[in-house]
Every structure is written in C-alpha cells, then in structure tokens.
C-alpha cells in the first residue's frame, strides 16, 4: 500500500471536494510563516579570507582582528569586516617548549581563539600532529592586537593544558568565554573523549584550580571546534560534528545546545544531552559554501555575528572566512 493513499470505506466513497487553489496557496504561504524563517545570506567578504578554523572575531580600537590556522598563527584585519587584509604571524619563531612537548610538531599551530581579559588580549592556541592524542593548549599575551600601537607584542607564557594517549580527550581547538560574572572558561577538545570545560584565572589565563575536574560536556564519534557563548541567562554549546580538512569533500556541520551553567548539561532543541549525541543543527553545507566550521560569535554595535570557516567549491575547496547575521528565536535558540 503506498504511503500517501488513503484507505476508503467499505463500499467505495464519493469524490472529495477539492478546495478551489488560491485558498490552497494562501494557506500555504501562511503555514510557512508560522513554522520557518528564511534564513539571511551570508555577507559578500572580500580580500585576504582565506582561514582556516578561524578564531572568534575581535575588534580592538578601530579594526577587527582574526586569527587562523598556519605557521606561526596567522592574523588579518578589518576596518569594516568585509574587506580583509593580511597582518603579521604571531610568532616568527615556534617556542622551544612546542616540539620538546610535541614530537611531531612543526611549526604549524592550529585553531587560535582570543579573547580580552581586562586590559590584556589572551590568545590561546593548539599544539599537536595530524591523528595524535599528544597535545598542548598554549597562550600567548599581549597588550593590543593592533602592531602598529605602543605596546604591541606577543608573549608566549606556555602551555595550559596538555593531553597524551593515556587521557580520554585531546588538548585542541579552545574557546574561551568571559561570562557575565566576569569568571573566565576554556570549552576545547576534539574526537576521542568528545568536549570539555574547565575555568581558568581571568588574571592569567591559566585554569584556576590545577586539581578541578575537566568537565565533559559533549561527545560524538567525530566531534571538534566547541565555540563557549553566553545569551539571556543560558550558556551555547556550539560544536562541529563531521570531518574537516578534504575539501568539497568534508562532512563539517555547526551544532548546538544550552545549559544554565558553562558546565552543562548541554541539551540540544529537543532535549537530547550533547554527551549522548544531542545537537540541534545550526548551519550546514550550503551550495558552494561546503563543510562549515570552528564557529564564533561577535558582538558589535547592537548586531552580533557568526563568524566560520568553509571550504570554497568555487575556489578549489580553499578553508575561507564566512560572516552571518545571527538572531535568537522567541524560545532562545540562535538562528541564521
């Protein structure tokens, strides 16, 4: 019996009456209003976006600053951020601590994200090789992110936190977050063990309490890229379920949940806990724009923005910069 034919009475039935079709339409047109919003295109970047697991947007004075994946830690700028320009490496030179904790480290540091703590810029980074488990979180400091203002210049203070193959999680891809009290949190991980959050000194950037628990807060057989935000008395839970870095070919998709606390337990839309698989979906591959990822969120002059990478159809499957306009729904979930 096909799915979509219904069964008649016993003896057959007279047709149905048809509803005349600018009725149909109309409540068509109305039942979409109620149940979807369209969702706003992404804003046209232009210049030096090429980025790969970009870190969250920040602005310092007058230009917007983001860091990326590649030797040394990259960075570009904005005035405006639709028209990037490249600015310099972090470090010239990788800290000796990195290869002599990181054997197959070289040089290539990945997924940065920066964060203001008071007046110092805190830039945590990640230490590791392709498939390993050996893996540091480090930070560097600085006064601004702006090279040409006094005072500007990246100081390496070591690595936070570390992992090796005998720990169930990987020291990668963190996400630091400022909440409302003024406590500081590091949300990071990636496969393995799924995610964690621990709290850190907002003095220093160092986690609080050496002895606290790193708390799990979200798992999946392929699970990476946490993005730690605060909204209206919840905590998000942004993660990338997937596989990054083939191209047209990856599966990278944005996921997110909420908790009243930075520790969880995250649930997703329908109440499913991220550590049993939960996620609502936020943003998917989209025509050209394949494999989004390493989410961020900025706040600016009223508007706030969801900055990620994706790889580019057009453009061989290059990791690119992307910007949304992000809104929050009437029940508090972020949307696009």
Known sequence: MSATAPLAPPGGSPAPRLLPWPIIALALVLAKGANAREATPPEQLAGDIAAHDPSTIARCGSNYWVFSTGRGILSQHSTNLHQWTSGPRVFPHAPNWTTNMVPGFRGHFWAPDVIRSGS???????????????????????????????????????PVIKSDPSLDFNAIDPSALRDGQGRLWLAFGSYWGGLRVVEL????????????????VAWKPAIEAACLSEHD????????????????????????????????????????????????????????????????????????????????????????????????????????
């Open 120 to 158: 110092t810029w805190l830039l945590f980074y990640s230490v590791s090789s392709w498939g390993s488990q050996t893996s540091v979180i480090g930070l560097a400091t600085n006064a601004t992110l702006n090279p040409v203002e006094p005072g500007f210049g990246w100081k390496d203070c070591g």
């Open 201 to 216: 000194d907002p003095a220093t950037g160092r986690r609080l309490d050496e002895s606290a628990p790193l708390t799990a």
């Open 233 to 336: 008395g919840f905590f998000y839970l942004m993660m990338n379920w997937g596989r990054c870095c083939q191209g047209v070919a990856s599966t990278y998709n944005i996921r997110v949940g909420r908790s009243r606390e930075p520790t969880g337990p995250f649930l997703d839309r329908e109440g499913v806990d991220l550590r049993e698989g939960g996620g609502t979906l936020l943003l998917g591959s989209e025509g050209q724009r394949i494999g989004p990822g390493h989410a961020g969120i900025l706040r600016d002059q009223g508007a706030e923005w969801l900055s990620y990478h994706y790889y580019d159809g057009g453009w061989f499957g290059v990791g690119t910069l992307g910007l949304r306009r992000l809104s929050w729904s009437q029940d508090g979930w972020p949307e696009l």
